[in-house]
């Protein structure tokens, strides 16, 4: 069975740094891996989409990376800014029979000032 | 830049009555899901729908939830006799092939239990 793993559950970090949130999964069996961004009681915004066969995905400055035959991803953030303080999660479709994301718990990210 | 929409954004309810939440698609998208978030916790798959009949569906989606397209815009969640512990974000999501990519996730629906 399918299991996503998301390190660290929070992070804190001055505005300006660079930081990596990892995400694993344990069956590297997966058509792709998205990451979203959620703010506190809202809604699932995807960031960034990476299909099985890439090994990574730029937007702005977000850079997701996806290495299958070990099941880890990397969302790496630039220059961080108060305004990307969110929950990050990491969902894969899972192969097989059956066409679904399964979910990390997410990390909780906070940008200080 | 299309978008899946949701009603009602939040939605309280007492125990054991009937909620319905609704969900438009993203016209020529072909599969559509729920799923939800019990606060605090992962996001949980409940169900997908494709070609007007259920696809796959979790433990969670017992015989109380049910789930309709019954004007081939709107994609609705029932649930028949809500519980205490139904309270969540309810989340519909559609993608336009089986194999096309990502999920386009609507702004949820929060239920309240009472």
């Known amino acids: 069975k399918q299991e996503v793993t998301q390190i660290p559950a929070a992070l804190s970090v001055p505005e300006g740094e660079n930081l990596v949130l990892n995400c694993s999964f344990t069956?590297?069996?997966?058509?792709?891996l998205q990451w979203f961004r959620q703010d506190p009681g809202k809604g699932l915004t995807s960031l960034l989409l990476i299909q099985s066969s890439q090994r990574e995905q730029t937007s702005g400055r977000l850079n997701a990376s996806l290495d299958k035959s070990s099941g880890r991803s990397t969302l790496y953030i630039a220059a961080s800014q108060p305004g990307d303080s969110a929950t990050y999660l990491c969902?894969?479709?899972?192969?097989?029979?059956?066409?679904?994301?399964?979910w990390g718990a997410g990390t909780k990210l906070i940008i200080k000032p | 830049e299309p978008e899946v929409t949701q009603t009602p954004s939040h939605q309280v309810t007492q125990m054991g009555q009937e909620v319905i939440l609704r969900c438009v698609p993203i016209?020529?998208?072909?599969?559509f899901y729920w799923y939800r978030q019990i606060l605090g916790q992962k996001v949980e798959f409940l169900v997908s729908?494709?070609?007007?009949?259920?696809?796959?569906k979790s433990e969670i989606f017992d015989d109380q939830f049910s789930v309709e397209r019954p004007d081939g815009s709107n994609f609705t969640l029932k649930i028949r006799s809500t519980k205490l512990e139904d309270s969540a974000m309810y989340f519909c999501a559609s993608i336009g092939g089986r194999n096309t990519g990502e999920l386009f996730f609507g702004e949820g629906s929060r239920l309240t239990v009472l």
């Open positions: 969902a894969v479709f899972e192969g097989g029979s059956n066409y679904q994301l399964i």
């Open positions: 016209s020529n998208h072909l599969y």
């Open positions: 729908f494709y070609n007007n009949e259920i696809s796959e």
């Open positions: 069956d590297s069996a997966i058509y792709n």
